[in-house]
């Protein structure tokens, strides 16, 4: 099917401006006339699918960390989850399929991508990772998703989020490197509607010297704290724990399966740079000890659904309060 005429210039503009930048960006010699004639060569003989590629994301070069933990937990993952745990929590939200979704801390695109796959409505992503977030964006580019996908980078420590603007929300980890979980307890209940509902998932535990190792490849400095201190920050929001479930055996099991892929990556010949084993060696290590004190019971991994209470009746003014006489 031929394209239209205003599309097919407007797709051939866009791709020589990709072609001029792509160039600047590796240092080239930017030839309007070949790239002109490869593009308009491209566009004439090719069908609609081929030609959509002109305009195609370029493949990301993912940073040797990046490398290596997506190659340990799959492809665009930061940690050990998969697509079928991710597609159920809008269920587990009860959110609706026009509701916007507050989503924090995914890393990658994974979580992100199967989310989105089972909820078609506006997602807005909430990141706090320097290291990820160009990353992330252009991951939710290439996947199409920029339309109904947002992408924040944010301070957990002083992010102030919107007043009652989002129908769930879903925290995995923020917990656990919040240096003030208070403020981000507050900041859930705040942006939270009405009624609406937050999934948090958390490490939990007390204070050891072997956390540090234990977390040693994070972005950031582990904040764990025990499992009461944090009912306890919830319900000094005035947030409702409607279910507290230990995780720490399917955390377990999930990282057993990445260390299973780890195997088959350390096979490939010539398929790692030194720099990305380098970082696969130290995530692994880190996550030794992490499973080590998993088992041990030293620590814990929590999901706890929680819900802001829907707002109480107004009280009656004293024109429409009932007559006593």
């Given at each position: 099917m031929?394209l239209p005429?205003k599309a097919?210039?407007?797709?051939?503009?866009?791709?020589l401006?990709?072609?001029r930048?792509r160039a600047?960006?590796?240092?080239?010699?930017f030839d309007?006339?070949?790239?002109e004639a490869e593009i308009e060569a491209?566009l004439v003989?090719a069908n609609?699918?081929?030609a959509d590629?002109?305009?195609?994301?370029?493949?990301?070069?993912?940073?040797p960390?990046l490398?290596a933990l997506?190659r340990?937990?799959?492809e665009?993952?930061?940690?050990p989850?998969?697509d079928?745990?991710?597609a159920?929590?809008p269920?587990?939200?009860g959110l609706?399929p026009?509701?916007?979704l507050?989503?924090?801390?995914?890393?990658l695109v994974?979580?992100v991508?199967?989310?989105?796959?089972?909820?078609p409505?506006?997602?807005?992503?909430?990141e706090?990772r320097?290291?990820?977030?160009e990353t992330?964006?252009?991951?939710?580019?290439?996947?199409?998703?920029g339309?109904?996908v947002?992408?924040s980078?944010?301070d957990?420590?002083?992010?102030?989020?919107?007043?009652?603007?989002?129908?769930?929300l879903?925290?995995?980890d923020?917990?656990?490197?919040?240096?003030y979980p208070p403020?981000l307890a507050q900041?859930?209940f705040?942006?939270?509607?009405?009624?609406?509902c937050?999934?948090?998932?958390?490490?939990v535990?007390?204070?050891?010297?072997?956390?540090?190792?234990?977390?040693?490849?994070?972005f950031?400095e582990?904040q764990?704290?025990?499992?009461?201190?944090?009912?306890?920050?919830?319900a000094?929001t005035?947030?409702?724990?409607e279910?507290?479930?230990d995780?720490t055996e399917e955390?377990?099991?999930?990282?057993k399966q990445?260390?299973?892929r780890?195997?088959?990556?350390?096979?490939?010949?010539?398929g790692l740079?030194a720099?990305?084993?380098r970082e696969?060696?130290w995530?692994?290590e880190?996550?030794r000890?992490?499973m080590?004190?998993?088992?041990?019971?030293k620590?814990e991994r929590?999901?706890f659904?929680?819900r802001?209470?829907a707002?109480?009746?107004?009280?009656?003014?004293p024109e429409?309060a009932?007559n006593p006489?």
């Amino acid at each position: 099917m031929a394209l239209p005429l205003k599309a097919l210039f407007d797709k051939r503009q866009m791709a020589l401006t990709r072609a001029r930048l792509r160039a600047w960006w590796e240092g080239d010699e930017f030839d309007p006339a070949a790239a002109e004639a490869e593009i308009e060569a491209r566009l004439v003989a090719a069908n609609d699918d081929v030609a959509d590629e002109l305009f195609d994301e370029p493949e990301i070069e993912l940073p040797p960390r990046l490398a290596a933990l997506s190659r340990l937990w799959g492809e665009g993952r930061l940690r050990p989850s998969d697509d079928t745990a991710d597609a159920l929590e809008p269920a587990r939200l009860g959110l609706a399929p026009e509701g916007a979704l507050a989503m924090l801390s995914p890393g990658l695109v994974g979580p992100v991508s199967a989310i989105a796959a089972v909820h078609p409505g506006k997602i807005d992503v909430f990141e706090w990772r320097d290291e990820t977030v160009e990353t992330l964006r252009a991951q939710v580019r290439k996947a199409k998703l920029g339309d109904r996908v947002t992408i924040s980078l944010v301070d957990l420590e002083a992010h102030v989020w919107p007043q009652a603007a989002y129908d769930g929300l879903l925290s995995v980890d923020d917990f656990a490197y919040a240096g003030y979980p208070p403020h981000l307890a507050q900041q859930v209940f705040k942006c939270l509607k009405p009624g609406a509902c937050a999934v948090a998932e958390a490490y939990v535990g007390l204070p050891t010297a072997e956390l540090a190792t234990a977390f040693a490849s994070s972005f950031a400095e582990p904040q764990i704290r025990a499992h009461g201190d944090l009912l306890g920050f919830f319900a000094d929001t005035g947030l409702v724990l409607e279910a507290d479930e230990d995780l720490t055996e399917e955390m377990l099991d999930r990282a057993k399966q990445g260390f299973v892929r780890l195997e088959g990556v350390l096979k490939e010949v010539g398929g790692l740079d030194a720099s990305t084993a380098r970082e696969l060696v130290w995530e692994a290590e880190a996550w030794r000890m992490r499973m080590k004190l998993m088992s041990q019971g030293k620590l814990e991994r929590r999901r706890f659904i929680l819900r802001r209470p829907a707002e109480e009746a107004a009280k009656p003014t004293p024109e429409s309060a009932p007559n006593p006489a």
